[in-house]
Each structure stands twice: as structure tokens, then as C-alpha cells.
């Protein structure tokens, strides 16, 4: 058996998986816990299937983590950090969970990502997510109603479409944190994973891994992705010491979008098994996350242990520390708006090549 023991009761509620799929044999299984994506079976160019998000096969390690990576979990309130874990709205200054040294990472120590879920699988291959966040909650104001759709479609995109309203005004930035390997998970790391990222910019960091507030061109510096490279070429620059590697913002340009109006924000291509993922957001930015702070001590769903740059994240959002940085696209949400975020992750072959990017 491939998971085991993922139902159990939290706090009075159920957990348990679900399974969504398509008609192409895609399979996506999620927990309700953390809305966690344990598992997702896309097929290689030889229609070979394997599980390419890194996760467990046990809820228990999810809900006790040595450290948290967040393997496959939505994020919120607000992904990413914010400076000092403090901000003011409406002329109140909210202080927030510390639990990054002195800042507040991915919507605090209860975030998003460690909360049970209300579940409605409404078919075969849509799900959907609901959650309660209360006022105050890791110190956030305003009761915030979160509703979070999964579709498997048969394009073979897992395509999420967020939406939350709140009866206060609130900051909110949701994001998916799946760690993507296209050779399968447990199969080394992503080093030579060739990607391209539609962004002429990105949000430089200071020490603190927060944003300095400058918009800086990717031109000659290891951020250019415009033409794909392989994630290992400049990984080990000077520049991205700081930060072990890959773990920042980029400014998407608008440029190209899909169908549905998506910008296109990144594609990722692995050479032998031909995978390829393309990823279209309605959001401003991308965080492209090299897995650095992975170290060999947790367990994945074969027996392979999720080594230092296994998988790689590509986290559509807005800006990081955009609630203390009046020049980046605003993260309020007003009480009567509705927030709406869309992301569609594609998965394809260079076997029809013709039909992607
Ligand atoms: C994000 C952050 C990283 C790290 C990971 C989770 O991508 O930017 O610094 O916190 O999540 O380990």
C-alpha cells in the first residue's frame, strides 16, 4: 500500500485522501490536512507513470514534522514573508506569529498548511476545500472565509482557483507548495532540470530574505531565465549564497497568457523522461524555490529520503512583504471584495511539443 493511516481525527475533524483523475490516467491524491497534494502521477514520454511531488505516506508525518517544508501544501494567509511579523492596516499595526527567526513565513506556525479542511469532492476529477480562518488568527484581523477548487482536467492541468471573503479588512496571499521532481520523486535532485521564467525582473533580497524593495532586470545576473537553463548552472554563484540557491521573487511579465487569459510564468523541462511542466497564474509573481533547505532527513513515499534540492517550487503569489511595501501590487483584501487567484500547473511530453510553449 502506498499510504497508510490517513484517517484519523484533528480536532474534532476528519482527515482522510481523496483521489482525483482524468481520463489520460493522471492521478492527484490530496489530504484534506494542509490541503497536502501526497501524490501526483503524470505520465513520461513514453507513457510511463510516476509520482513527480515529493511528500509522505503517512499523515503523521505530515502533522509532526521535524522541520517544516510544507511538502505539497497550500499557504496562507499570506505565503512567503513579512518583515518583523508586523504590519499596519487601516492605521493598526498587527503583530504576527515570529516563526522565521524574526519574521512571519507562510501564514505563521497554524497556517493554512496545517489546518483540516472541509471536503466536497464534487467529480471524478474537481475537489473542493473550505476553511474558517478567524479573526486574529496568527494574529491576522478579520474572520476570512477560504474556499480552494482542484481540477484535473482532461488537458492534463491540475488547474486551483482560489477564492476568500472577509467581514474585516485583511491581507491575504495564497499560494501551492509542491515540490515538483519530473524524473519522480526519490530520483536525485533537479539540478538538471531546464527551465524557462517569463520574468525580465525579480525582488532582490537583504539578509533577512526580505525584499529591499528594488526592482532589478535578471540581465547578468543568475536570475536570467528568459532563455531556459539548467537550474544547477549558476545555482552555486556567489550571489545566491545568501539564500543556499534559488528562493526568490520574480516579476512576471505579461506578455503571453493561455486561453482562459493565465500569464504564462514558467516552463520546466527534464531531458530524460521528456516531462514537461508549465505553469499560467493570474498572480504578479512567482517564487522559484530550489528545495536548499531539504537535508536527507525526511522520508518520501518510497524509501528514498527527500535529499538537498530533490524538488523544486514554483509558488504564484504576490510579492513577499508586500503589506510593508507600498510600491508592490496591494494584498488587501476589503471587506465585500472577493479575492480571486487562479494557477494551472500543465503537464506534457516533448512528444507534443506542438502543443505547449
Ligand atoms: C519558501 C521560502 C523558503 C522556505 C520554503 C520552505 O519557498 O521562500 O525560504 O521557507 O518555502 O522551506
Known amino acids: 500500500m502506498r499510504f497508510i493511516d490517513f484517517e484519523k481525527e484533528i480536532e474534532g475533524k476528519p482527515t482522510g485522501l481523496f483521489v482525483l483523475s482524468n481520463n489520460n490516467g493522471l492521478e492527484a491524491v490530496f489530504t484534506n490536512f494542509g490541503q497536502r497534494l501526497v501524490s501526483l502521477l503524470v505520465p513520461d514520454k513514453n507513457g510511463v507513470f510516476d509520482d513527480i511531488v515529493l511528500g509522505h505516506s503517512t499523515l503523521e508525518e505530515y502533522l509532526y514534522p521535524e522541520s517544516e517544508h510544507y511538502f505539497g501544501a497550500i499557504i496562507g494567509r499570506y505565503a512567503n514573508r513579512i518583515a518583523n511579523g508586523t504590519f499596519v492596516l487601516d492605521g493598526k499595526e498587527y503583530a504576527l506569529v515570529k516563526n522565521n527567526g524574526e519574521n512571519h513565513l507562510h501564514g505563521g506556525v497554524k497556517g493554512f498548511h496545517t489546518v483540516v479542511w472541509e471536503t466536497n469532492q464534487i467529480s471524478a476529477n474537481k475537489i473542493e476545500f473550505a476553511y474558517v480562518s478567524e479573526h486574529l488568527e496568527e494574529g491576522y484581523p478579520g474572520n476570512l472565509k477560504v474556499k480552494v477548487a482542484y481540477i484535473l482536467t482532461e488537458d492534463n492541468e491540475l488547474k486551483i482557483i482560489y477564492e476568500a471573503v472577509t467581514d474585516q479588512n485583511t491581507v491575504v496571499n495564497l499560494t501551492h507548495h509542491s515540490y515538483f521532481n519530473l524524473k519522480g520523486e526519490g530520483k536525485g535532485d533537479i539540478g538538471d532540470h531546464i527551465i524557462k521564467i517569463n520574468a525580465d525582473y525579480f525582488t532582490p533580497l537583504n539578509k533577512n530574505m526580505i525584499p529591499t524593495g528594488e526592482i532589478v532586470s535578471v540581465i547578468n545576473t543568475s536570475m536570467d531565465f528568459t532563455i531556459p537553463k539548467s537550474i544547477e548552472k549558476h545555482i552555486d554563484n556567489k550571489e545566491l549564497l545568501p539564500t543556499k540557491g534559488y528562493d526568490h521573487n520574480f516579476i512576471l511579465n505579461k506578455n503571453q497568457t493561455n486561453t482562459e487569459g493565465l500569464i504564462f510564468a514558467a516552463k520546466v523541462e527534464e531531458a530524460i523522461t521528456g516531462r514537461i511542466l508549465e505553469v499560467y497564474t493570474s498572480e504578479p509573481g512567482m517564487q522559484l524555490y530550489s528545495g536548499n ?59 507534443e511539443k506542438a502543443n505547449l510553449i
Open 293 to 351: 533547505f531539504l537535508n536527507n532527513k525526511t522520508k518520501g513515499k518510497n524509501i528514498e529520503n527527500h535529499l538537498f534540492r530533490g524538488g523544486l517550487c514554483l509558488e504564484t503569489q504576490h510579492f513577499p512583504d508586500s503589506p510593508n511595501q507600498k510600491e508592490f501590487p496591494c494584498v488587501i483584501l476589503k471587506q465585500g471584495e472577493i479575492y480571486r487567484s487562479s494557477t494551472v500547473y500543465r503537464f506534457g511530453t516533448s512528444k
